[in-house]
């Protein structure tokens, strides 16, 4: 730290024409250095006091047999689809299941508004369509992604799990914050019936209708995921863990259900199932993805409120 000051000083006198911005960028960038080293000792502390994963050998190896098996190429492109299929219906799968549950049926949100064979199969062929004809061409681009950005694939690169978790919410923070202001523009009434009005057709919600979209919908609001990709990703594995995270909450906020003790209400400023449910609803208002925050801060959450004060009243 002694020997940091003194560079810094030195490389201040250094600068004779502009000495006070200067030095005065030099020393935002040793306190920019200084945030993100401490926060990395962070990590290393919380990862210094945490047991040992007795899992971390068996995946090691698990990981390095893949590299040895297969190109990069695959891994990105075939090994995402898989990722984002299998992921995307095994948290599909509960939802499904609660529609032949009688008593689950008291967490249902618009009870008068049952899920029927008709619509979900409907929804399951545009999932079809939207997934293999619009996102798997996206998909094939993500090897070259990683290539561009010199993004690395091997164990040892490989972000510790609270660092992972923390580049999530930071991608999440920002996919939200794209949604809110994309989403919201959707619904201005001059192109709302052209693009918007197509996610809305079930005015209550299930789990697999969470991506049931117009493709232009799909590519304006799916673009929100990649800027945190391109801010936080520093390993391949990051692109399947925020992908992972990011279908679990989109499902959890259109599965129609409100069950107690759900752990995602444990992030700060979750939005969950009730608050989406009810922009399906109602049209208008409660737009973020995610967050509240930014439905709290515009004021766009007004409605929601008054609709939860007069069922608190019944």
Not at 202 to 228: D, K, R, V
Request: net charge negative; glycine share 4%; aromatic share 18%.
């Amino acid at each position: 730290m002694y020997t940091r000051k003194i560079n810094s000083i030195n490389s201040c006198s250094n600068h004779t024409l502009f000495p006070y911005s200067s030095c005065s960028s030099v020393m935002e960038v040793n306190e920019t250095a200084t945030i993100l080293s401490s926060a990395l000792l962070a990590v290393d502390y919380v990862d210094s006091v945490l047991p040992e994963n007795p899992l971390q050998l068996p995946l090691e190896q698990a990981w390095n047999h893949i590299l040895q098996s297969y190109t990069k190429f695959q891994i990105a492109t075939w090994g995402s689809l898989i990722v984002h299929e299998f992921i995307y219906f095994f948290f599909c799968l509960p939802g499904f299941i609660f529609q032949f549950l009688p008593f689950l049926q008291k967490y249902k949100i618009q009870q008068d508004k049952p899920e029927t064979w008709e619509k979900q199969w409907k929804c399951f062929k545009m999932l079809l369509f939207n997934h293999f004809c619009i996102q798997l061409p996206l998909i094939c681009g993500t090897y070259y992604f990683t290539e561009f950005f010199n993004i690395p694939y091997d164990w040892d690169s490989m972000p510790r799990w609270p660092l992972l978790l923390a580049q999530c919410f930071g991608c999440a923070v920002i996919e939200d914050t794209w949604h809110y202001f994309l989403h919201r523009a959707l619904h201005h009434r001059s192109i709302y019936k052209f693009i918007h009005k197509v996610h809305h057709e079930f005015t209550s919600p299930f789990g697999m209708q969470a991506e049931y979209a117009h493709p232009l919908e799909t590519l304006i609001l799916g673009s929100g995921f990649f800027i945190g990709i391109m801010v936080f990703c520093n390993h391949v594995v990051l692109l399947w863990a925020w992908v992972t995270f990011r279908l679990l909450e989109t499902i959890d906020v259109h599965s129609g259900y409100d069950i107690p003790l759900n752990p995602l209400h444990l992030i700060p400023f979750y939005a969950g199932a009730r608050f989406h449910d009810f922009h399906h609803m109602n049209f208008v208002g409660n737009y973020g993805s995610t967050f509240t925050w930014w439905d709290k801060l515009f004021n766009t959450d007004a409605q929601f409120h008054k609709h939860q004060q007069k069922q608190k009243q019944q």
